[in-house]
């Protein structure tokens, strides 16, 4: 440190000393100064920390422990990584253990840096918590306040990521009677499953190239957050928790729900629960939850209850708000005979084939999902306010499939669980910290550990503030004597 900030000192701040001279006779401005800056601290930054590195690299080599278990084996080995701050390069020495042959770096080895690693967690946290947003290009030009990255590399960083952080039990559980989930899932276009090429055809002839994304939302209640006397309603979720991703098949269907119930337990006291319902649109998956859940039910969500209920009149013209009415009336009360009765009508009325099947398809659909259609009637416990389709338009489709491009199936598994990750209040870096940890070696050598209580003590006499007072004269910079000089001269 001491080195670098003494040429910021003696070189860097004498151009900024400049600058702001030709600031006070009209040759530079404001926004010259501030680029000066910008790029000299980035630079000071960068600097410091090659500096320190390499400090810590010569502390290792001279250290007796080091030299009881670890022949230096080259010296001088460049390494790159590059940093919020930009590119920083620095030289380190390489070793190999006498007993069991292993080479390493011991340096990277204690500050964490693996031998592949060419970014550090920070410009990783940054260049993912764009591309989760908005898009993996952007991403790249998050990496660095100096440097980018290419697409291709912010790819292969969000596929490689785990999305996966413990649950958190609390220390009091939370004591609800009722907790509430919507289901639902993102159709997402996709570009190939696992690599290009590789989709297939229905019988139709068409490709299949729909990735199908799920998401569960688990809540306590909904408020409105504009008043009851609004007329505007805006409806909030309470205490939300998402769980996202593709999860296909059977095997995915179970593990989502899994999920969700690990996190109901280590949240709620399941003494209290009385019971979840579980709202969505009468898919299979949805209603397996109902299997894992306990005290869970299904409910119909009432968007698609509305979906098809207008597909089944909508070709009735003048009839159209009589029938629909008496459809309402019926899915309102539960009153299964009059939805039969009322559907026998609309069928009298429809002549063209096409549209009877829809409207058969319309009433198969209500009878079978008719103990979700009852429970809302009578149920007094249940919350239907929220609507699935909005979670799914701002946590998946935002993302995923408003905007034409395509996914693999890893990308858009990974990229719903980074949305729900951070819907979820998480932060990238913390994500990538946990993860790191995770995959770490777990023991560590005897003499590693007394390495690094040395150079702890070796840091604690690096005394380079006392150093600077007596190198630099300029640290009475605080008085301000060279501005003061500056303006005088300007103003003479």
Known sequence: MYESILQFARKDIRELEKIIGKILVGEANVDDLSAAIHNRVLSLGRNLQVEIYEKLDEEIRNNIIRKKTWNVEHRNEPKELLDVMGQVKYQRTGYVNKHTGEHMYLLDHILGIESHQKITLGSAANILEEAIMSSYSRGGRRASMEDAVSKQAVKELVHGTGVEMPVVCTAEKKKQRYLHIIADEDHVPSQFWEEKGDLKRGANGQKINTIQAKLICVYEDVINESGA?????????IGKRYFSGVYAGASGNEQIWNEAAKYINATYDTDVLERIYITGDGAAWIKNGIEVLENSVFVLDKF????????????????????????????????????????DIILNMTENENKREEVIGALKYFLNNWAGIRIRVEDTGGCWRCCAEGQVSHVLSDRLSSRPMGWSILGCDQMAKFRAFKRNGGKVIDLLRYQKKKQAKESYILEQDKLIKEL???????DYAEKLNAEIPGLEFHSMKWLKDLIRQAIG
């Open 229 to 237: 006397k609004s007329k505007n309603p805006r409806y909030k979720l």
């Open 304 to 343: 698609h209850m509305m979906k098809y209920a207008n597909k089944s009149v909508a070709h009735l013209a003048e009839h159209i708000n009589d029938a629909k009415e008496w459809i309402w009336e019926a899915l309102n009360t539960a009153d299964k005979k009059l939805l039969r009765d009322t559907y």
């Open 456 to 462: 702890r003590k070796r840091q604690s006499g690096w």
